[in-house]
């Protein structure tokens, strides 16, 4: 039998750390423009005026409608809002009455997540959810990463950029480290090397989080993640692939190289040129940073890894296109014979309709045609012979079952392992 391998995304690290966030906290930091004065204090820049949006954006706003219709007719309290919306960016309505309708309703919208504090009203309170969860917030950022080609003239989409990617990091910094107010550049790296010393304690007090228990799987394993921080590293004493850049590496925009924060040589080069210095993380956007030799690492383990291994156990990750620099790895994988991706779909209990359905994916689809997908609401129901008959096993999850549903499957899989 060939090895196993185990994708973690950012729920196995909210499983150690409740504080930490992603996806719509990301989103709301940025566009509040949250850290501004934090990195003013790192970088010694001012980005006070340097959103990614502001009140005349109109794209954002529209692209989210348009690319989560159904929800948004749920929590939007105006379907002809919604209608409006769908009709003018498919161009059937372009009247000048039209446009000032969504100029207004666009502002309306900024207006309310821009606001840090929360709405009275319940519908506006949906609004704000839908909006800050599903933002078409990185497109606007994508189509601005051009402007970083040159970084001795920075103007103002450069600034917009730059401005984004040190509030993701700064979100999960004060995560990890907690008040990061009076920090400069210098405190911020020496806190790093921490961090996982940070992480050790916080997974020694979750003895049964998905970490934990994947410590225990018997036989030849392999680790990937899509994460930023050091859990993934100290559980598994460092045989981590790190896919998503770290955050104690730091992309020198000037010299085009990635410098480590835990090297003392290359920790001093940071701090010589605070301005030329961005967070080498990959945020949820389809622009990535520049290719550097350690991410190409990265990712040569990762396919060697892959390659050693026959299933592919996804944990707290979504797919998504986004990501698709991983995705097309795993996709030519599972198009291999007798390759299985076991997903564990988690389910957050919202009232809210927010099911993800792998198989809505294209690149899955194409891979499941003649009944190779199977669907496992209960983890009991799980049987490993399955694997000799899907490409893909879609185990739902939710908040009540998903510790004891992973560690049932650990214990299944080294009972198979025992018995070979």
């Not at 973690?8 to 150690?16: E, H, K, P």
């Not at 934090?38 to 340097?50: P, S, V």
């Not at 450069?158 to 480290?177: E, G």
């Not at 799980?382 to 008959?389: A, G, K």
């Amino acid at each position: 039998m060939k090895d196993i391998m185990f994708l973690f995304g950012s729920g196995a690290d909210t499983d150690v750390n409740g504080h930490l966030v992603s996806g719509s906290q990301f989103a709301e930091s940025i566009i509040q423009n949250k850290y501004a004065k934090e990195i003013n204090n790192i970088t010694q820049e001012d980005f006070r005026n340097f959103k990614l949006i502001s009140h005349n954006s109109k794209k954002i706003f529209i692209q989210t409608i348009v690319h989560n219709e159904n929800l948004a007719r749920e929590m939007l309290s105006s379907e002809d809002d919604v209608n409006l919306v769908i009709d003018y960016n498919n161009g059937t309505k372009n009247s000048n009455t039209t446009k000032k309708k969504i100029t207004k309703m666009c502002r309306k919208w900024y207006d309310l997540i821009t606001n840090t504090e929360i709405p009275q009203e319940q519908s506006e309170k949906d609004a704000k959810e839908f909006f800050l969860k599903n933002a078409a917030l990185f497109g606007s950022l994508d189509e601005k990463f051009n402007s970083l080609r040159y970084p001795n003239k920075k103007d103002a989409n450069a600034k917009r950029v730059i401005n984004a990617y040190w509030t993701v990091f700064m979100v999960m910094f004060k995560s990890l480290f907690g008040e990061i107010s009076e920090l400069d550049f210098d405190a911020v790296l020496k806190k790093l090397l921490d961090e996982k010393t940070v992480a050790k304690n916080m997974l020694s007090g979750q003895s049964d989080c998905y970490y934990n228990t994947v410590n225990k799987v018997k036989g030849n394993y392999h680790i990937a993640t899509t994460n930023y921080t050091a859990f993934v590293s100290t559980a598994f004493e460092n045989r981590a692939n790190y896919l998503n850049g770290k955050l104690s590496w730091f992309e020198d925009l000037y010299n085009l190289t990635v410098y480590d924060c835990t090297q003392e040589s290359e920790r001093d080069l940071i701090v010589k040129h605070p301005k030329n210095i961005i967070p080498f993380i990959f945020i949820p956007s389809g622009v990535k940073p520049i290719v550097c030799p350690k991410q190409v690492k990265e990712y040569t383990d990762f396919k060697s890894n892959l390659e050693s291994s026959s299933i592919l156990c996804v944990i707290g990750y979504r797919f998504n296109s986004e990501d698709n620099h991983i995705n097309s790895f795993i996709a030519d994988w599972l198009r291999k014979d007798k390759n299985v991706l076991i997903y564990f779909n988690y389910k957050e209990n919202t009232e809210h309709k927010e099911d993800f359905n792998l198989e809505d994916l294209y690149w899955i689809k194409m891979l499941i045609e003649g009944g190779k997908y199977k669907t496992i609401d209960k983890i009991e129901g799980f049987n490993f012979d399955f694997i000799d008959e899907h490409k893909v096993i879609d185990i739902k999850i939710n908040k009540n079952n998903a510790r004891e549903t992973v560690s049932h499957f650990v214990e299944q899989y080294n009972q198979r392992i025992a018995a070979m």
